[in-house]
T-cell receptor, first 113, second 116 residues
Framework: KAGVTQTPRYLIKTRGQQVTLSCSPI?????VSWYQQTPGQGLQFLFE???????NKGNFPGRFSGRQFSNSRSEMNVSTLELGDSALYLC????????????FGQGTRLTVV | AQKVTQAQTEISVVEKEDVTLDCVYE???????LFWYKQPPSGELVFLIR??????QNEISGRYSWNFQKSTSSFNFTITASQVVDSAVYFC?????????????FGTGTRLQVTL
């Protein structure tokens, strides 16, 4: 069974640009969550999508957005990139079932220069 | 607000030693789930164990064991007979509200270095 796949693995962007990251969940998993990991702030929840709807949202500015497609694949977009957006972005998928664990992808390492 | 504290920033042990990673949490929810994840250098978070708030029975799974104590809001994780491959950053996490894994609050992580 394939795991969570995130593309691309690495990205270098310039301040002010926008970026789109992609996540393909484990087959059968309909919940997809996104996390940002930085040395200073650690792992922080961005948002979660289920059935193409955003169900939960973390405390991030509106420059961070996402969407989910009918096949449960998800994308997140960051507009007007800032240097502080440099981070490892992790996607996780899970069953919509209480107590189940989330499975994470290897992440996309975004560097903003 | 939910909070997870991992006071140990870094631990170094020699192979075959036992090591315990500490985790203290705060939540107002009566139903919640706690998790331990491992992050090797490759970056992927690997699920290790979970425990729900109604089950304080401590268990052993291979070289892993955990000690969940609601009275002290602690969820400690022990690796017995550590191996070099155990070297990684370990995160304790708490689920919010619904108890699903869709929104986790993580601790700051404990870096474990196992040497020969």
């Amino acid at each position: 069974k394939a795991g969570v796949t995130q593309t691309p693995r690495y990205l270098i962007k310039t301040r002010g640009q926008q970026v789109t990251l992609s996540c393909s969940p484990i087959s059968g998993h309909r919940s997809v969550s996104w996390y940002q990991q930085t040395p200073g702030q650690g792992l922080q929840f961005l948002f979660e999508y289920f059935s193409e709807t955003q169900r939960n949202k973390g405390n991030f500015p509106g420059r961070f957005s996402g969407r989910q497609f009918s096949n449960s694949r998800s994308e997140m977009n960051v507009s007007t990139l800032e240097l502080g957006d440099s981070a490892l972005y992790l996607c996780a998928s899970s069953l919509v079932q209480e107590g189940t664990e989330a499975f994470f992808g290897q992440g996309t390492r975004l560097t903003v220069v | 607000a939910q909070k997870v504290t991992q006071a140990q920033t870094e631990i170094s042990v020699v192979e075959k030693e036992d090591v315990t990673l500490d985790c203290v949490y705060e939540t107002r929810d009566t139903t919640y789930y706690l998790f331990w994840y491992k992050q090797p250098p490759s970056g992927e978070l690997v699920f290790l164990i979970r425990r729900n708030s109604f089950d304080e029975q401590n268990e052993i799974s291979g070289r892993y064991s955990w000690n969940f104590q609601k009275s002290t809001s602690s969820f400690n994780f022990t690796i017995t007979a550590s191996q070099v491959v155990d070297s990684a950053v370990y995160f304790c996490a708490l689920s919010e509200n619904t108890g699903t894994a869709s929104k986790l609050t993580f601790g700051t992580g404990t870096r474990l270095q196992v040497t020969l």
